[in-house]
Structures are given as C-alpha cells and as structure tokens.
C-alpha cells in the first residue's frame, strides 16, 4: 500500500518564476492538504482539496493556488516566486472532511535564488 | 481561532532519561491534540492523537501524552529515552470536523549517550 508520494523531491527555481509541485494521496483518501514549511518552523496550512473543490485556505496570497484531480491528486502552483517561497512543501492525505488523521508525504523542498 | 505553544525549542536529555515535551493550546472549540514526529529531511509522522476520548493517550514506540484541559497542556512523554529517539517534534491542534492543523514550532530532541 503506497503512501502519500510527492514529486519533484528538490527543486531549484529563480525569483518571478511558477513552479507546481504534485502530491498523490494515500490509497483511499479522497481528501490533500497542503503545507508549507519553513526553515526552523512548524507547517503553516495552506489549503485544503476534496472533491476537487478547495474547502479550506490558510493565510496565504493567491500567488498559491491549487487543483485536484478526479484521481484525487492535487497540484499546488505558485506564481512569480519570491525569496521568501523557499521551503519544504508537504501534502498530507485523509478520508473525508470529518478531522481524520492525516498521512503526509515526505515533502517537496523548493528553492528559490 | 487555535494555536499552540511548545515550551523550548531545544531539549536534551540521557539515553535512559525520562522525556517531556511541552505543548500549551488554545482553541475556541474543543481541540483535537496531535503529536507529530519528523526525522531529518522527511515528512511528519504521527505519533499520538487526542479527540476527545480518554486524556491519557498512548502512541508508537512508547510515547503517550496526557490532555489537561484545566491547564489547556498536551504534554509528550516517555519514561525511557533511546538515542533513535533524536528528532524534531511537533504538537498541532485541530478544530474538529475539518482538516486543517495548526503547528507549534517544534522541539528539537536530543539524546545524549
């Protein structure tokens, strides 16, 4: 049973650039959160996918946006990049809006130069 | 609105020492309490939950945490450190019925020989 995958794992991007970053969810979950994760911090939410809806958004602008698939894949996009976007990206899977416990990915970590 | 605070950024202790992490919250409604594991360059892993059934909660490889709701705390502990132990923790919260968790900002352990 494969968990939450998250491709690409490092990424080196230029500020202004776009970069999307992709998370297949646990097999069986229907639901993707996103988070980000900065040197030395906790994750901050960033939003929330079911049903290919975004359900819920954290305190982000909407440089960061976000789809998912019929497959219940998510990608998150985020536009004209800035210093401060560089991090570690997790995705995290569940079943349902109902506070599951949620599985997360081993992450994506960006870069921005 | 929910947020947590995690008492000391850094804590080291013994091989054999007991281990206490220290999570403080604070939630409008009532909380579900996670603790979550994340071991150098992966994603997080659950280690505990709390959602309102017995305060005295046991999660993997001999760590349990006690909700207080009278001192809004969700302390981890385990009587016995090992050095496979040394790893960031982090304490989130959840509002319920939804996803979305909010972080501390983690407890660096260390376990010393």
């Known amino acids: 049973d494969a968990g939450v995958t998250q491709s690409p794992t490092h990424l080196i991007k230029t500020r202004g650039q776009q970069v999307t970053l992709r998370c297949s969810p646990k097999?069986?979950?229907?639901?993707v959160s996103w988070y980000q994760q900065a040197l030395g911090q906790g994750p901050q939410f960033i939003f929330q996918?079911?049903?290919?809806?975004?359900?819920q958004r954290g305190n982000f602008p909407d440089r960061f946006s976000g789809h998912q698939f019929p497959n219940y894949s998510s990608e998150l996009n985020v536009n004209a990049l800035l210093l401060g976007d560089s991090a570690l990206y997790l995705c995290?899977?569940?079943?349902?809006?109902?506070?599951?416990?949620?599985?997360f990915g081993p992450g994506t970590r960006l870069t921005v130069l | 609105a929910q947020s947590v605070t995690q008492l000391g950024s850094h804590v080291s202790v013994s091989e054999g020492a007991l281990v206490l992490l220290r999570c403080n919250y604070s939630?409008?409604?009532?909380?579900?309490l996670f603790w979550y594991v994340q071991y150098p360059n992966q994603g997080l892993q659950l280690l505990l939950k709390?959602?309102?059934?017995?305060?005295l909660v046991k999660g993997i490889n001999g760590f349990e945490a006690e909700f207080k709701k009278s001192e809004t705390s969700f302390h981890l502990t385990k009587p016995s450190a090992h050095m496979s132990d040394a790893a960031e923790y982090f304490c989130?919260?959840?509002?319920?019925?939804?996803?979305?968790?909010?972080f501390g900002t983690g407890t660096q352990l260390k376990v010393e020989l």
């Open positions: 995290a899977s569940s079943l349902g809006l109902a506070g599951g416990q949620q599985f």
């Open positions: 097999s069986g979950h229907d639901t």
């Open positions: 996918y079911y049903e290919e809806e975004e359900r």
């Open positions: 939630s409008s409604v009532p909380p579900y």
């Open positions: 709390y959602t309102s059934a017995a305060t």
């Open positions: 989130a919260v959840s509002a319920g019925g939804g996803n979305k968790l909010t």
